[in-house]
């Protein structure tokens, strides 16, 4: 198991390091949707809890994260802790450079689209009604123009039947088409009437919103 002259020290606990993180990998690839948006702690790519309390499936995926570079570190004789940086950085960029290139070359329809969770709304009373605004860029990465339609989804931060976000619904669904290889500023700006809605907020800000976009039987979360 040692070879004296190269960096390799084990090989087996190099190829079961390997093993663990394409498993890690695969356990919450963010692809199609967007596995981290109800959680509140998370280590690495793993949601560990929300507000249900503790994702065993992300506990157990971070100890395996864990268990992976500590064989790594077993597996090589020298440059460890530089090997265990790189390992880690690459761990961090590579799912999202797998989706990137997957979607430039073989998605289409709505698995085209991109979202770098950079929306947020405005929201301002205005008598009985809510003034909403709503801005969020979206990317078109296929050859063909795609149209879809949106909805929006309250933060999981929000208290239970408090609406935010959502309100934006009561407009919608909003009906969007990005051209092939386009990025797309959206705006979306509605007077919603709120007679109907028994808890909402009074105004606010937020950011980092999420939705969903559905064509046909097809559904993701972003």
Known sequence: MENR???????????????????CIYLFFPFPHNLMLEARTTFMSFPIQ??????????????????????????????????????VLLYTFLPNLL???????????IAAISYENN???????IDQ????????????????AVSFEL?????????????MESLMNLAGPYRITIEANQK???????????????RHIDGGESSGIHFHITKNDQTRTL
């Open 5 to 23: 002259d190269g960096m390799v020290k084990n090989k087996l606990a190099l190829f079961s390091s390997f093993v663990i993180l394409c498993i």
């Open 50 to 87: 929300n507000q249900d309390g503790y994702i065993s499936l992300g506990i157990i995926g971070s100890v395996l994260f864990i268990v992976a570079l500590i064989l790594l570190f077993i597996g090589m004789k020298k440059y460890q802790f530089r090997t265990i940086f790189v390992v």
């Open 99 to 109: 989706i990137t290139t997957y979607q430039e070359t073989l998605a289409s329809g």
């Open 119 to 125: 929306g947020q709304c405005n929201f301002e009373l």
């Open 129 to 144: 009604k809510m003034s909403g605004e709503c801005n969020l860029v979206l990317h078109n990465r296929s050859n063909e």
């Open 151 to 163: 909805e929006f989804i309250d933060s999981f931060f929000m208290e239970d039947d408090v609406q």
């Open 184 to 198: 797309e500023s959206i705006q979306i700006k509605e007077l919603l009437d709120l007679s109907d809605v028994p």
